[in-house]
């Protein structure tokens, strides 16, 4: 019902996808004519035990990518597309109903859904916190994202994993890249923004939280490096040198290139043309890889995230599905460039 490119066993073969220490490696299929369209249907076809049910599940939870961007169930599969999901990840995943890029006795690394809050809250119905204390009683997050953005999530198993993880974001060995979609051309091709922000006590989400101020505010370190670019639109890869509240979204604001789809900094014009041109609604924010010392071992892991269909949209889907990988921001070493002060 497909054709790998060389197949010992004439239904399914793995294609494993290189990563770093530790990161579980990738099962990869390609659709023929003759699979089936659907993608649950196509899915409960190649990996063997798995129910019509769980495979449908799988895919609504985000644990399966076609062609490097996260896909649902009904996806309609074209012939040559290449489906991936993570064997070693799919109990977790079922378990968590989230997305899960690595699993073991110690932590766990996460993909979030954009929309989804990282914690709970007086006005939050559901969150990260609460889905993994129901599912790993004694887990925690070792970090957050904002709730508008999508992707990767370092959670630590129990009270020593946490402690172990805590020190290591406090002593910045755990590194985190992401993807940013910005409003316009960005000129330079790698700047360093470094303005220090101040949080204001501000309830409207759409006014910003937090501001530049070279008086009060705390210092703030932002590495860009500009992927591609358009007239009206510019994938980065965004590094963090601190780790203040929406540090990203306010320094890409700041000087002049916030995110599209953001409406506490962005562009109210800009915004609504993304919305009805790609059905861009959060800001375009993906924390695409990740790297950390293990808590156990010492040992680095890096895990990479798949896509979201909204951040492919804005671009050519096949510059998109390159970036779709360990290797592709993990060996990014920001240099100065410009600096922004």
Same mark, same amino acid.
């Given at each position: 019902m497909?054709?790998?490119?060389?197949?010992?066993?004439?239904?399914?073969?793995?294609d494993?996808?290189t990563a770093?220490?530790?990161?579980?490696?990738?099962?990869v299929?390609?659709?023929t004519a003759?699979a089936?369209?659907?993608?649950?249907a196509?899915l409960h076809e190649?990996?063997?035990?798995?129910?019509?049910r769980?495979?449908r599940?799988l895919?609504?939870?985000?644990?399966?990518?076609?062609?490097?961007?996260?896909?649902?169930?009904?996806?309609?599969?074209a012939p040559?597309?290449?489906?991936?999901?993570r064997?070693d990840?799919?109990?977790a995943?079922?378990?968590l109903?989230?997305?899960?890029?690595l699993?073991?006795?110690?932590?766990l690394?996460?993909e979030?859904? *954009? @929309?989804l /809050?990282a914690?709970g809250? #007086? &006005?939050?119905? %559901?969150?990260?916190?609460a889905r993994? $204390?129901?599912a790993?009683?004694?887990?925690?997050?070792?970090?957050r994202?904002d709730r508008?953005?999508?992707?990767l999530l370092?959670?630590?198993?129990?009270?020593g994993?946490?402690?172990a993880l805590?020190a290591?974001?406090e002593?910045?060995a755990?590194?985190?890249?992401y993807?940013a979609v910005a409003r316009?051309?960005?000129?330079?091709?790698?700047q360093?923004?470094?303005?220090?922000?101040?949080t204001?006590d501000?309830?409207?989400?759409d006014?910003?939280k937090?501001?530049?101020?070279h008086?009060?505010?705390q210092?703030?370190r932002?590495?860009?490096?500009?992927?591609a670019?358009?007239a009206?639109?510019?994938?980065?890869?965004?590094?963090?040198?601190t780790?203040?509240?929406h540090q990203i979204? *306010? @320094?890409? /604001?700041?000087?002049g290139? #916030? &995110?599209?789809g %953001?409406?506490?900094?962005?562009d109210a $014009?800009?915004?609504?043309r993304?919305?009805q041109?790609?059905?861009?609604d959060?800001?375009?924010?993906?924390?695409?890889?990740?790297?950390?010392?293990?808590?156990?071992?010492?040992q680095?892991?890096?895990?990479?995230?798949?896509?979201e269909?909204?951040?492919?949209?804005v671009?050519?889907?096949a510059l998109?599905?390159?970036?779709?990988?360990a290797d592709?921001?993990?060996?990014?070493?920001?240099?100065?460039?410009?600096?922004?002060?």
């Amino acid at each position: 019902m497909r054709v790998p490119d060389e197949a010992p066993h004439p239904q399914r073969t793995r294609d494993h996808v290189t990563a770093r220490a530790g990161a579980p490696p990738s099962s990869v299929a390609t659709a023929t004519a003759s699979a089936p369209a659907r993608l649950d249907a196509f899915l409960h076809e190649v990996v063997p035990g798995l129910s019509r049910r769980d495979a449908r599940r799988l895919c609504a939870t985000g644990g399966v990518a076609v062609d490097g961007v996260r896909a649902l169930p009904q996806t309609r599969l074209a012939p040559g597309a290449r489906v991936a999901w993570r064997p070693d990840c799919i109990e977790a995943t079922l378990r968590l109903g989230l997305s899960v890029a690595l699993v073991d006795d110690d932590v766990l690394v996460l993909e979030k859904p *954009a @929309h989804l /809050a990282a914690h709970g809250g #007086p &006005l939050v119905d %559901d969150s990260v916190a609460a889905r993994l $204390a129901q599912a790993f009683p004694g887990a925690g997050l070792a970090h957050r994202l904002d709730r508008g953005a999508s992707g990767l999530l370092l959670v630590g198993l129990h009270a020593g994993a946490l402690r172990a993880l805590a020190a290591a974001m406090e002593s910045d060995a755990i590194e985190r890249t992401y993807l940013a979609v910005a409003r316009g051309s960005v000129a330079a091709d790698e700047q360093t923004i470094h303005l220090p922000l101040r949080t204001l006590d501000e309830p409207r989400g759409d006014r910003p939280k937090v501001v530049v101020d070279h008086a009060a505010g705390q210092p703030a370190r932002t590495h860009v490096r500009v992927l591609a670019r358009r007239a009206d639109a510019t994938l980065c890869a965004v590094r963090l040198a601190t780790g203040r509240t929406h540090q990203i979204r *306010a @320094h890409l /604001a700041a000087v002049g290139h #916030p &995110l599209l789809g %953001d409406p506490r900094y962005g562009d109210a $014009a800009a915004n609504t043309r993304a919305r009805q041109t790609w059905g861009v609604d959060r800001p375009l924010l993906h924390a695409a890889s990740l790297a950390f010392p293990h808590p156990a071992t010492g040992q680095r892991v890096a895990v990479a995230a798949w896509l979201e269909a909204d951040v492919v949209r804005v671009l050519p889907r096949a510059l998109a599905a390159s970036l779709a990988g360990a290797d592709a921001l993990g060996s990014w070493a920001p240099r100065a460039g410009v600096v922004q002060r």
